[in-house]
């Protein structure tokens, strides 16, 4: 009997030994990305509630939809667009989860997005890539998304697709119910902006 409670009270040393050395790992791990990656943060590219509050943008939103043209364009910079996600955000977060900032990284074809979400006292930037192919589409997509510097697709493989299409299926919904008063024909990423291109229906 000694020998059993002896052998048990090993196997519980042992296991949470492994679950202490495997919580180090990413708990180090995140800690050393994070002190890199707000090392190199650009501050124009960051965006906040105090962001938001300057920013209004329903001037080119309403030309882009009552224009006269055939076709017309609505650009929208860095910080107009990261207020739009970030609003969005903040009315689809759940109680005790807050959205603390974003900061995004544009490049043409390409933009990261980085969001710092916060529950009670803990909080972990979370991020994914927004692509856009070089054909005239309005269809974006994601290829990842990250915790710090672990991506969530070791865990959850069908995540990226679930968020895939539910892309489509917005920006399919967005033209067939002209809730911008325009069929968006093509979006375009920039290093600087985020274009995109409607025409009368």
Not at 93 to 101: L, R, T, V, Y
Not at 130 to 150: C, E, L, R, T, W
Not at 176 to 197: A, D, H, P
Request: net charge negative; proline share 1%; charged share 25%.
């Amino acid at each position: 009997m000694k020998k059993f409670f002896f052998s048990l009270l090993i196997f519980i040393a042992s296991l949470l030994l492994i679950v202490s050395i495997i919580f180090g790992y990413f708990f180090f791990r995140y800690r050393g990305w994070e002190k890199e990656f707000l090392s190199q943060i650009n501050e124009e590219n960051v965006i906040d509630r105090e962001v938001i509050k300057g920013k209004d943008f329903n001037k080119k939103i309403t030309q882009f939809s009552l224009s006269l043209k055939d076709v017309e364009s609505l650009e929208l910079n860095v910080q107009e667009v990261g207020s739009v996600i970030l609003s969005v955000l903040d009315s689809y977060a759940k109680e005790g989860i807050s959205i603390e900032e974003m900061y995004i990284v544009p490049s043409d074809s390409v933009w990261d997005i980085y969001v710092k979400i916060k529950y009670q006292k803990f909080s972990v930037w979370v991020s994914t890539d927004v692509n856009k192919d070089s054909v005239q589409s309005a269809q974006v997509y994601i290829k990842d998304i990250k915790v710090g510097p672990f991506s969530v697709s070791m865990f959850n493989s069908k995540l990226v697709s679930t968020i895939n299409t539910g892309i489509a299926d917005s920006i399919v919904t967005l033209n067939e119910n002209g809730l911008v008063g325009r069929y968006i024909e093509n979006i375009e990423l920039t290093s600087e902006s985020v274009v995109i291109k409607g025409s009368i229906y």
